[in-house]
């Protein structure tokens, strides 16, 4: 298997621009993770999906941000309108049940 | 809540001196417990994992013992090399797949 995929790995767009990142997860996984990493706050989860369904987006910072998951196999996370604090790692994360996560490469965006 | 509470960094050590970066943990029941660690540039891999009391999870030259009474998790190594280099991550996993991670502790290995 080729691990979690995640495209693209780095990305930069002006303040206000749509950012849409993308995540494949490892086949056979049904929990899918965002997490936005940076200096200042760390790691944080923004949301997770069970099974393609949202459990609990209580991480995503305001509504700039959405998540979604069409199928078992593709996520997307967009912001819309982008902002300059937006910048950081944001990383996709699988697993199965109880087991642990496996994460990709990261998406580094930076917003000017 | 859940929550996992490390060791502030960053740590640097000199060559084969030994590592220990303390991990305590708060959780209802009884969590599985893992080190993640991430290299410059990459995401967070698991470095060892024990799921019940009085486990001990050991990779690479790494271990960490689940002690139940003291609700601790440290990571151990006797001999540290240049390549171990990284930030190393403690983590908590109770239900529904959730992780509760730590704010990472950086080490820096120098010859």
């Known amino acids: 298997d080729a691990g979690v995929i995640q495209s693209p790995r780095h990305e930069v767009t002006e303040m206000g621009q749509e950012v849409t990142l993308r995540c494949k997860p490892i086949?056979?996984?049904?929990?899918l993770f965002w997490y936005r990493q940076t200096m200042m706050r760390g790691l944080e989860l923004l949301i997770y999906f069970n099974n393609n369904v949202p459990i609990d987006d209580s991480g995503m910072p305001e509504d700039r941000f959405s998540a979604k998951m069409p199928n078992a196999s593709f996520s997307t996370l967009k912001i819309q309108p982008s902002e300059p604090r937006d910048s950081a790692v944001y990383f996709c994360?699988?697993?199965?049940?109880?087991?642990?996560?496996?994460f990709g490469p990261g998406t580094r965006l930076t917003v000017l | 809540g859940n929550s996992v509470t490390q060791m502030e960094g960053p740590v640097t050590l000199s060559e084969e001196a030994f590592l220990t970066i303390n991990c305590t943990y708060t959780a209802t029941g009884y969590p599985s417990l893992f080190w993640y660690v991430q290299y410059p540039g990459e995401g967070l891999q698991l470095l060892l994992k024990a799921t019940k009391a009085d486990d001990k999870g050991s990779n690479k030259g790494f271990e960490a013992t689940y002690r139940k009474e003291t609700t601790s998790f440290h990571l151990e190594k006797g001999s540290v090399q240049v390549s171990d280099s990284a930030v190393y991550f403690c983590a908590l996993c109770y239900t529904g797949n959730q992780f509760y991670f730590g704010t990472g502790t950086s080490l820096t290995v120098i010859p």
């Open positions: 086949s056979g996984h049904d929990y």
């Open positions: 994360a699988s697993s199965s049940d109880y087991n642990e996560q496996f």
